[in-house]
C-alpha cells in the first residue's frame, strides 16, 4: 500500500478518534466533570478526613477563581459592552432587544451604583444586606437558565430540536428548580455573613418551601414526559451531553448545590468553566469567521488570547485590585477598634454583589438569540461586510 493510500485509509479512524476525544471533553467541560469529581472527592474525604479536604478544596477553589471565576465576570463586560453604541442605538436590531441592552446596560447598573453607594455612604449593613438577598434570590434565576440555555445550543449543533412545548416544559421545570433551591431550607429570619458584611435576612417559611417543592414534583413528572416524548417523536436517544450538562447544572448546581460538604466548593468554579466553553465556542466560530475574506482579520488564536489576558485583567482589577485600593479609605489599615457590621472589606463585598447581579442581567440579554453574534454559536459563518445582523428573534 502507497503512502497517500495508507493515510486516506488512516484518516477516517483519526477523524473518528478525535470527533470522541471531542465529545468526551466537551462533555466534561459543560457539566460531566461534576460526575466525576463526586467519586473523587468522597475518596478525598475517606482518606484524610472531612477536616483536611475542607481545607484543601477552600484553598484550591480561591486560588483557582482568579483564573476561573473572575473572568467569567469580566468577560461579560467584554462582551457585552462591544459596539454599544449600535447595540444600544441602531434600527438594524429590534426594539425589543434594544430596550434589553438598555435596560442591562444602563439602568440596571446605575441603579446598583446607587444602591451601593448610600450602603457604604451611610455605612448600612442592612441596606447592602438587602442587595445581598436579591443576588441569593437570582443566582438560582441564573444557573438554571443557563442550564437551559446549554441544552437547546447543543442539542442544535447535534441536529436535535425541541418542539415549542417540550422547550416550555424544560423552562418551567427550570423555574421550580429556582424557586425550590431559594425556598429551601425553610429558616427564621435571623443574622447572616457574606463577604464579612453582617445583615439580617428574610425568613424562608415551611409553607413556602412545601409549595415550591410540590411545582417542583409536578414539572419534573413533566420534564419526564417530555423527554419520552422527543424519544417517541424522533425514534432516536436524547443527546446525552447537552441533557446531563443540563441535569446537572438544574439538580446538581441548584437544588442540592449543598449535598456534598465539598463539591460546593466547585460549583462556582464549574459553572464558569461550563460558560467560559461557550464565550471559546461563540468567540472562536466569529473569529474563524473574520481571518477570511472580506475582513481578513487577525487570526483567531490572537483574538482569542487577547480576549482571555483582557477578561484575566479585568477580573483581577474589579475583584481584587480595586478594592484592595478603596477598602483601607472606610477601614484604616492597623484599625484596632471593633469592626462594625459592614466587616473589614466592605468595598470588596460591594463589587462582588454588584458584578455578580449585573453579571446575570447582561447574560440576559447575551445569549438570547436576537443578540449580534449569537449565531457563532452553532458553526462559523460569513459576517456582512457592514455590520454583523441579528439573528430572528424566538
Known amino acids: 500500500m502507497s503512502m497517500n493510500n495508507a493515510l486516506i485509509a488512516l484518516a477516517p479512524a483519526d477523524a473518528t478518534r478525535s470527533a470522541r476525544w471531542s465529545g468526551v471533553g466537551e462533555f466534561l467541560v459543560v457539566g460531566g466533570a461534576t460526575l466525576v469529581l463526586l467519586p473523587l472527592l468522597w475518596v478525598l474525604r475517606a482518606g484524610v478526613g472531612l477536616d483536611r479536604a475542607d481545607l484543601a478544596a477552600g484553598f484550591l477553589t480561591f486560588y483557582g477563581a482568579f483564573v476561573i471565576n473572575d473572568p467569567h465576570f469580566a468577560v461579560t463586560y467584554l462582551l457585552f459592552y462591544k459596539d454599544a453604541r449600535r447595540r ?180 462556582p468554579a464549574l459553572h464558569s468553566i461550563q460558560y467560559l466553553y461557550f464565550v471559546r465556542l461563540s468567540k472562536g466560530n466569529e473569529a474563524k469567521a473574520a481571518e477570511g475574506p472580506p475582513f481578513f482579520g487577525r487570526p483567531a488564536s490572537v483574538r482569542l488570547g487577547a480576549l482571555a489576558l483582557s477578561a484575566l485583567g479585568l477580573g483581577w482589577l474589579l475583584f481584587h485590585g480595586v478594592p484592595s485600593i478603596l477598602d483601607p479609605l472606610l477601614v484604616p489599615r492597623g484599625h484596632r477598634g471593633p469592626l462594625d457590621a459592614l466587616g473589614a472589606t466592605p468595598v470588596f463585598a460591594t463589587f462582588f454583589v454588584v458584578v455578580s447581579i449585573h453579571h446575570y442581567f447582561m447574560d440576559a440579554v447575551i445569549w438570547r438569540r436576537d443578540h449580534p453574534g449569537a449565531r457563532y454559536l452553532i458553526e462559523p459563518v460569513t459576517p456582512s461586510p457592514a455590520s454583523e445582523l441579528p439573528l430572528p428573534s424566538g
Request: with cysteine; aromatic share 14%.
Open 88 to 267: 444600544a442605538l441602531s434600527h438594524e436590531l429590534r426594539l425589543a432587544y434594544r430596550a434589553r441592552y438598555w435596560m442591562a446596560g444602563l439602568v440596571v447598573p446605575f441603579g446598583l451604583a446607587a444602591w451601593a453607594a448610600v450602603a457604604l455612604a451611610s455605612r448600612s449593613a442592612q441596606t447592602l444586606g438587602w442587595m445581598i438577598q436579591l443576588m441569593f434570590l437570582l443566582v438560582g434565576w441564573h444557573y438554571v437558565k443557563q442550564g437551559f440555555g446549554v441544552l437547546m445550543v447543543l442539542s442544535a449543533r447535534r441536529q436535535a430540536r425541541w418542539s415549542l412545548s417540550e422547550r416550555r416544559i424544560i423552562l418551567a421545570h427550570c423555574f421550580a428548580a429556582w424557586a425550590y433551591a431559594w425556598a429551601n431550607p425553610a429558616v427564621p429570619a435571623g443574622e447572616f455573613e457574606e463577604k464579612g458584611v453582617v445583615y439580617r435576612a428574610l425568613a424562608h417559611p415551611r409553607w413556602l418551601e412545601l409549595i415550591a417543592l410540590a411545582l417542583l414534583a409536578v414539572s419534573t413528572v413533566a420534564l419526564f414526559w417530555a423527554l419520552a416524548s422527543k424519544v417517541r417523536r424522533d425514534r432516536q436517544p436524547l443527546p446525552l451531553a447537552p441533557l446531563a450538562a443540563f441535569l446537572v447544572s438544574v439538580w446538581s448546581w441548584t437544588i442540592y448545590s449543598s449535598a456534598d460538604p465539598l463539591l460546593r466548593y466547585f460549583i
